[in-house]
């Protein structure tokens, strides 16, 4: 069955550095999506992305981020100057798009800022 | 925007139990709503979801329920299991018509079913 897939699974950076999260949507999927979940808390929408620009970004998502899609298979996040509080896990997660709109997540990456 | 509310926030019940997890929405024109499972250290899994025009959907031991009304829908597991422990979140959202969907998600209910 086809999945989401994120890599790295965990990332430890200091706090200023720039860090980017891969995902690879399921291949057939048009309409992609990053969410964020600080530990113990809700899963929180950050941007989505279709055709190649952002269609919506949530209040999270700030200068400091941005989106990529830079082949035809990977689907990036990154983060420009980390700050402590970004530590949090980050799920990509991809839909086909139209009346398919079921979302499917990947494991996430644990980002950790020190 | 939208807001999601959800109880209880853990629920704790024996092997063989039921278990209901109920939601809230605001925003009248939300029309999709999926529920969620979430295992330690992993990703969330969708196990079911309702779209507005369906009262009730049922997969096995799982249901959820809606009424657009009183904007609630509520996740029913049925003679529940050990491996059944987990995080549940349920989310709202509306489909625009460039087809994307914005996931608004409630706070999460740690289950946790005892043998």
């Known amino acids: 069955e086809p999945e989401v897939t994120q890599t790295p699974s965990h990332q430890v950076t200091q706090m200023g550095q720039e860090v980017i999260l891969r995902c690879v949507p399921i291949?057939?999927?048009?309409?992609f999506y990053w969410y964020r979940q600080i530990l113990g808390q809700k899963v929180e929408f950050l941007v989505s992305f279709y055709n190649n620009e952002i269609s919506e970004k949530s209040e999270i998502f700030d200068d400091q981020f941005s989106v990529e899609r830079p082949d035809g298979s990977n689907f990036t996040l990154k983060i420009r100057s980390t700050k402590l509080e970004d530590s949090a896990m980050y799920f990509c997660a991809s839909s086909l798009g139209g009346l398919e709109e079921t979302q499917y997540f990947g494991p996430g990456t644990r980002l950790l800022v020190l | 925007g939208e807001n999601v509310e959800q109880h209880p926030s853990t629920l704790s019940v024996q092997e063989g139990d039921s278990a209901v997890i109920k939601c809230t929405y605001s925003d009248s024109a939300s029309n999709y709503f999926p529920w969620y499972k979430q295992e330690l250290g992993k990703g969330p899994q969708l196990i079911i979801d309702i779209r507005s025009n369906v009262g009730e959907k049922k997969d096995q031991r799982i249901a959820v329920t809606l009424n657009k009304t009183a904007k609630h829908f509520s996740l029913h597991i049925t003679e529940t299991q050990p491996e059944d422990s987990a995080v549940y979140f349920c989310a709202a959202s509306s489909l625009l018509n460039t087809g994307f969907q914005k996931l608004v998600f409630g706070t999460g209910t740690r289950l946790l079913v005892s043998p």
């Open positions: 291949s057939n999927h048009l309409y």
